[in-house]
């Protein structure tokens, strides 16, 4: 900053001079500038960052999304798979196997509370 001088004259033409100098000799707003350029970098790399974060979160968002479906049609294979009436028409008809009859069939006691 620039130094302000000051005259003033009294009644006996005696001239004074006062000199207000800056207190840090005007080094403060060069360092305000400063901090205020290196401020506005830290904003614009923190979006940037934040900007490429959040893309990569929708892009793990969609896959997540993918493998759930692909999870769903894996249940639903599975359970068509084990249906029932699916592994019986599979051992009749590969394995030939067939139910007993009622006199074949012969119950084993000594267990539990029935026995």
């Known amino acids: 900053m620039l130094g302000i001088k000051q005259r003033?004259?009294?009644?006996?033409?005696?001239?004074?001079?006062?000199?207000?100098?800056?207190?840090?000799?005007g080094a403060i707003v060069p360092l305000l500038i400063?901090?205020?350029?290196?401020?506005?970098?830290?904003?614009?790399?923190?979006?940037?960052?934040?900007?490429?974060?959040?893309?990569?979160?929708?892009?793990?968002?969609?896959?997540?999304?993918?493998?759930?479906?692909?999870?769903?049609?894996?249940?639903?294979e599975q359970s068509t798979w084990a249906s029932p009436d699916r592994v019986q028409d599979m051992a009749i008809q590969k394995l030939k196997m067939q139910a007993p009859k009622a006199r074949e069939v012969k119950m084993v006691g000594g267990y539990g509370k029935a026995g």
Not at 18 to 24: F, H, L, T
Not at 35 to 63: P, T
Request: include cysteine.
């Open 8 to 25: 003033s004259t009294n009644k006996k033409n005696y001239t004074a001079e006062v000199e207000i100098v800056a207190p840090i000799g």
């Open 34 to 76: 400063l901090l205020v350029l290196i401020s506005c970098v830290a904003v614009i790399q923190s979006s940037h960052k934040s900007r490429k974060l959040f893309g990569q979160l929708q892009d793990l968002r969609r896959e997540a999304m993918l493998l759930e479906e692909d999870w769903g049609r894996l249940l639903l």
